[in-house]
């Protein structure tokens, strides 16, 4: 199917016992990084309220400190609001609460992990998420546990040109997949993955698929299943089951573990994409380990929007969702970047815009 051809969703009326929120077409007032509670944020509101909620202090990892992000123009048509969340087993009874925190977010592009069972009923519960968001759905289908990944977009601003569900050919543990866009007459490519949860190694080399897109104009939404560069280790291994740690750490020559093993966001940083809260220089917020009934209790990143390096200029703000709501709905928070696309780099083959 065209683009030309994609009709724009209907809202439910009967869903959640509401429209779809209006679209945001002015910029925020003002423009800061995620900081400690009461800190404002863009598109927010005063106090850094979210929706009647503040900003929680976010997670305390070595690195620069908070510091504002570029200022952004009165109107700002070319900002795009981008999210990364795992709604954890499909959602289950905790669904429509996680719709209601998504509908507040206003957002252009969102990508699901752990979309399970979203393929039955005739992908029933991946059209009622896009019509409750008044947004268009893919769905790709994961290889291992049902942990299928939904890619959803706001039409007509964004225009879905093609649609692949497995870049991989099935040589991802899950899967990852690519959508050809267009928005605001930008080509762009999106990527929505989900890495290996059970070895570093393959985490490691599921990067090799992604790692080509660093140089051109292309997002990355990923659960990595890793912590960021310079994320901190957990204060005591000990507190984690010794048949996990294989999940997350790196062998040494002697069959002993060292650290934490991040050699796949290495790969994907050395490659050209950006870490936005890194880029930002700000303190990492968590995106798990708030969940009280996991058996990995350390508060870290494991959801991730990348931007390449060529979209990079544009990166505005980024920042996680974690409040007493969304703790609950989860044992993942939503993770939201904001970049202009107006702001890229050129294409360094022939210098357009």
């Given at each position: 199917m065209s683009a030309a051809s994609l009709t724009p969703v209907i809202p439910l009326s009967g869903l959640r016992g509401g429209a779809a929120p209006p679209r945001r077409r002015e910029a925020p007032e003002r423009v800061l990084t995620t900081g400690p509670r009461g800190t404002e944020h863009p598109a927010l509101g005063q106090g850094g309220a979210l929706r009647g909620v503040q900003l929680v202090e976010p997670l305390r990892m070595p690195g620069p400190g908070l510091r504002p992000a570029p200022a952004v123009p009165e109107e700002a048509p070319g900002l795009l609001r981008v999210s990364s969340y795992n709604v954890m087993d499909g959602g289950q009874d905790r669904w429509l609460a996680q719709l209601d925190v998504l509908a507040a977010q206003d957002l252009d592009i969102l990508g699901l992990q752990e979309a399970k069972h979203w393929d039955r009923d005739d992908r029933r519960r991946l059209f009622e998420t896009a019509e409750a968001l008044g947004m268009q759905a893919q769905l790709a289908l994961s290889r291992s546990h049902g942990c299928h990944v939904a890619f959803?977009?706001?039409?007509?601003?964004?225009?879905?040109?093609?649609?692949?569900?497995?870049?991989?050919?099935?040589?991802?543990?899950?899967?990852?997949?690519?959508?050809?866009?267009?928005?605001?007459?930008?080509?762009?490519?999106?990527?929505?993955?989900?890495?290996?949860?059970?070895?570093?190694?393959?985490?490691?080399?599921?990067?090799?698929?992604?790692?080509?897109?660093?140089?051109?104009?292309?997002?990355?939404?990923?659960?990595?299943?890793?912590?960021?560069?310079?994320?901190?280790?957990?204060?005591?291994?000990?507190?984690?089951?010794?048949?996990?740690?294989?999940?997350?750490?790196?062998?040494?020559?002697?069959?002993?573990?060292?650290?934490?093993?991040?050699?796949?966001?290495?790969?994907?940083?050395?490659?050209?994409?950006?870490?936005?809260?890194?880029?930002?220089?700000?303190?990492?917020?968590?995106?798990?380990?708030?969940?009280?009934?996991?058996?990995?209790?350390?508060?870290?990143?494991?959801?991730?929007?990348?931007?390449?390096?060529?979209?990079?200029?544009?990166?505005?703000?980024?920042?996680?969702?974690?409040?007493?709501?969304?703790?609950?709905?989860?044992?993942?928070?939503?993770?939201?970047?904001?970049?202009?696309?107006?702001?890229?780099?050129?294409?360094?083959?022939?210098?357009?815009?």
């Amino acid at each position: 199917m065209s683009a030309a051809s994609l009709t724009p969703v209907i809202p439910l009326s009967g869903l959640r016992g509401g429209a779809a929120p209006p679209r945001r077409r002015e910029a925020p007032e003002r423009v800061l990084t995620t900081g400690p509670r009461g800190t404002e944020h863009p598109a927010l509101g005063q106090g850094g309220a979210l929706r009647g909620v503040q900003l929680v202090e976010p997670l305390r990892m070595p690195g620069p400190g908070l510091r504002p992000a570029p200022a952004v123009p009165e109107e700002a048509p070319g900002l795009l609001r981008v999210s990364s969340y795992n709604v954890m087993d499909g959602g289950q009874d905790r669904w429509l609460a996680q719709l209601d925190v998504l509908a507040a977010q206003d957002l252009d592009i969102l990508g699901l992990q752990e979309a399970k069972h979203w393929d039955r009923d005739d992908r029933r519960r991946l059209f009622e998420t896009a019509e409750a968001l008044g947004m268009q759905a893919q769905l790709a289908l994961s290889r291992s546990h049902g942990c299928h990944v939904a890619f959803l977009y706001r039409w007509p601003r964004v225009q879905c040109l093609g649609w692949r569900p497995d870049i991989s050919d099935g040589k991802f543990h899950h899967t990852v997949a690519r959508a050809k866009l267009k928005v605001d007459g930008v080509d762009l490519t999106a990527l929505l993955g989900h890495l290996s949860p059970m070895c570093p190694c393959i985490r490691l080399s599921e990067t090799g698929f992604l790692t080509e897109y660093g140089n051109e104009l292309a997002l990355l939404i990923l659960d990595a299943n890793s912590g960021g560069i310079g994320d901190p280790e957990p204060d005591d291994w000990d507190r984690v089951p010794a048949h996990l740690h294989s999940r997350h750490r790196i062998m040494l020559p002697d069959g002993t573990y060292g650290g934490c093993d991040r050699r796949a966001m290495d790969a994907l940083l050395r490659a050209g994409f950006v870490d936005p809260p890194r880029q930002l220089g700000m303190t990492p917020p968590r995106t798990a380990g708030h969940w009280g009934r996991g058996s990995e209790p350390w508060d870290r990143r494991s959801d991730y929007v990348l931007l390449s390096r060529r979209l990079a200029p544009g990166l505005r703000s980024h920042y996680v969702l974690d409040t007493a709501e969304t703790r609950k709905l989860g044992d993942h928070l939503p993770v939201i970047v904001s970049v202009d696309i107006t702001a890229r780099h050129p294409d360094p083959e022939d210098g357009a815009a």
